[in-house]
């Protein structure tokens, strides 16, 4: 199989599956459906994943219907900006792939203010004893870092390319 076809072949997979699962946060399947994180487990740290999938189909065909599934799934997330328990080392998995995606590809001030938030509150987990982006909330959690913590900075370094925008 050449790489045309390994692309058409992916395209036709993903839109079938797009078709069914439109806006849901998918983590695993279950009897052979995937299932939807959006109500019990919103801050879940794939939970942006799809969306990225989708910003990358509507790179591919131009089909809005993709953007306007990876909006939904962006506007799922929303509501982990502002609860606190939520909020943790994953943000930057969750915004570089939904908010960010949205403000490059239609410049959408709310998008690139949500992700802009989600940078800064991951910025304020930096530790200044241990130098570290904590990874977890609560005093167990204190001086923690995992791995997850350096594979978020992308959404740092991002934002501070927004700033110098503005210098």
Same mark, same amino acid.
């Given at each position: 199989m050449n790489i045309f076809e390994i692309?058409?072949?992916?395209?036709?997979?993903?839109?079938?599956?797009?078709?069914?699962?439109?806006?849901?946060?998918?983590y695993t399947t279950i009897d052979r459906k995937y299932n939807d994180e959006s109500k019990d487990r919103p801050h879940w740290w794939t939970n942006s994943f799809w969306a990225g999938i989708l910003w990358q189909m509507y790179d591919v065909t131009g089909d809005k219907v993709y953007a306007d599934y990876a909006i939904g799934c962006e506007k799922k997330l929303e509501k982990v900006l502002y609860e606190y328990e939520f909020n943790d080392h994953d943000l930057g998995f969750?915004? *570089? !792939?939904?908010?960010?995606?949205?403000?490059?590809?239609?410049?959408?001030?709310?998008?690139?203010?949500? =992700? *802009? !938030?989600?940078?800064?509150?991951?910025?304020?987990?930096y530790d200044l004893a241990a130098k570290?982006?904590? =990874?977890?909330?609560?005093?167990?959690?204190k001086g923690l870092a995992i791995i997850d913590c350096m594979m978020n900075l992308p959404l740092l370094y991002w934002a501070s390319e927004q700033e110098q925008m503005f210098l």
């Open positions: 692309r058409e072949k992916s395209i036709k997979k993903i839109s079938k599956i797009a078709t069914d699962l439109k806006d849901s946060l998918p969750l915004w *570089l !792939l939904s908010g960010v995606e949205h403000f490059k590809h239609f410049e959408d001030k709310k998008a690139k203010n949500n =992700a *802009l !938030l989600a940078a800064s509150v991951l910025a304020s987990r570290v982006i904590r =990874a977890w909330n609560g005093d167990w959690g």
